[in-house]
């Protein structure tokens, strides 16, 4: 059976203070893995998708990685504005996607 | 209209009551999803349809009814609810069930009260 579990639960950063959000995962055949961030009251909103172990995508001050056993979510000098719950979640070969329960990240200023 | 639109954003409802939960997506998507989502737990995928035909139902009780009448529309009929099934209900689109199944595009759900 597919697990994905997110470390730490939560995340309280000053502005500016860099850190990484860590997703591991057993799935069979991984199809991709998938960030997305959700801010309070919304749904989650889609930011990456890695397949392959060694791939690496970027968008403003996030990085994602990924290995064969879990991903990194790189937040480099975070502002207030990247407060937000991150969510990852695996794809399998039976198209079947399984989430984690996420990271809360708050950033003060 | 952009993305995927869900109403009502909040509802309260008894335990005797009928309601139902309606889902617009303005993408052209072929697939369409409900995920339940409790605080602190993963988002729990209920059901997908594929093409307006459901492909999935993740041993949901029969008290939710989902209905889609067309690629862009989705419906989750609710009665006899249980106060457990209080809960943020998210509805998801993607391009197709497979290729892309990862790559959602949610609502921005509706919260849902059961008294």
């Known amino acids: 059976e597919d697990q994905v579990t997110q470390s730490p639960e939560a995340l309280r950063l000053q502005e500016g203070e860099s850190s990484s959000l860590n997703c591991s995962y057993t799935v069979s055949g991984l199809r991709g893995l998938f960030w997305y961030r959700q801010d309070p009251g919304k749904g989650p909103e889609f930011l990456f998708t890695l397949y392959s172990a060694g791939e690496e995508k970027e968008k403003e001050r996030l990085k994602a990685t990924l290995t064969k056993k879990e991903s990194f979510l790189h937040i480099t000098a975070p502002k207030p504005e990247d407060s937000a719950t991150y969510l990852c979640a695996v794809g399998d070969s039976w198209g079947k996607l399984q989430f984690g329960a996420g990271t809360q990240v708050v950033v003060t200023p | 209209e952009t993305g995927v639109t869900q109403t009502p954003r909040h509802l309260v409802m008894g335990m005797t009551n009928k309601k139902s939960l309606k889902c617009e997506q303005h993408?052209?998507?072929?697939?369409m999803y409900w995920y339940k989502q409790s605080a602190k737990k993963p988002l729990e995928l209920m059901f997908v349809y594929n093409f307006k035909e459901q492909t999935e139902n993740n041993s949901v009780p029969s008290r939710f009814s989902p209905e889609c009448p067309n690629s862009s529309h989705l419906f989750l009929h609710l009665h006899t609810l249980q106060p457990e099934d209080s809960a943020l209900y998210l509805c998801?689109?993607?391009?197709?069930?497979?290729?892309?199944?990862?790559?959602?595009?949610f609502g921005e759900g509706s919260r849902l009260t059961v008294l």
């Open positions: 998801a689109s993607s391009q197709d069930r497979l290729d892309n199944a990862g790559e959602l595009f």
């Open positions: 993408l052209g998507h072929n697939a």
